[in-house]
């Protein structure tokens, strides 16, 4: 990749196209989002990932106001909002319907067995937020209160959402988690996923400390 500036309209339209083109956005489905000094940069509303360009992506306040930009916000302007407002950690954050991981979201199944290693680093546990119609306060709000203590979940009937300290990151973390799912399911068939044990995980920490 050549270097992208993160932060900016082209580093959101080459994660956005590289959501797309792995399957992880069908359709016009999804949102992604950036943090910066003038406020949250968010793909426009109805925009397919894939096609966006920088006229699609605009620029908006803590509360979802348009400054500038001829296009509106992603409907789910204010869920991004309310992560943003409440961990300063976060500086970049996609919502997409990847079919496999939306699978648990759909089953009600919380993704939580610890069967690969590299899960127990980057989430330990992703919950499922209540349902809620898409795009609305109630979904927004409760969305912001379980990113006070997780960095990815599921949206029950309807997605998943991860935030990250770059878009890099949230898609790599992302790319990760299909990989999970894809894992997860393969291994239910052939007889069912073993989780790791406790000292696997333990040790796999105090590696990762080192």
């Not at 119609?133 to 979940?153: M, Q, R």
Request: proline residues 3%; aromatic residues 10%.
């Amino acid at each position: 990749m050549d270097f992208i500036q993160k932060g900016t309209k082209e580093d959101i339209l080459y994660w956005s196209k590289r959501l797309y083109q792995k399957g992880m956005s069908p359709a016009t489905s999804g949102n992604i989002s950036v943090k910066t000094k003038d406020g949250i940069l968010i793909s426009g509303s109805g925009v397919c990932l894939n096609d966006m360009d920088e006229n699609d992506i605009v620029l908006m306040d803590y509360n979802g106001n348009l400054l500038n930009g001829n296009k509106k916000p992603s409907s789910e302007k204010i869920m991004h909002s309310e992560i943003y407002t409440r961990r300063d950690d976060v500086n970049a954050i996609i919502h997409c319907h990847c079919p496999l991981i939306t699978a648990f979201a759909v089953a009600g199944k919380v993704i939580n067995k610890t069967i690969l290693p590299d899960f127990a680093l980057l989430f330990g546990e992703i919950p499922i937020v209540p349902y809620f119609c898409p795009s609305s306060i109630e979904l927004a709000t409760t969305v912001g209160e379980y990113f006070e203590k997780y960095s990815a979940v599921l949206l029950k009937n309807h997605g998943v959402v991860i935030g990250a300290d770059s878009l890099q990151n949230a898609f790599y973390k992302l790319e990760f988690l299909r990989s999970y799912v894809e894992t997860y399911f393969g291994a239910e068939v052939l007889g069912g996923a073993k989780r790791l044990t406790k000292k696997d995980i333990l040790e796999v920490k105090q590696v990762y400390k080192k």
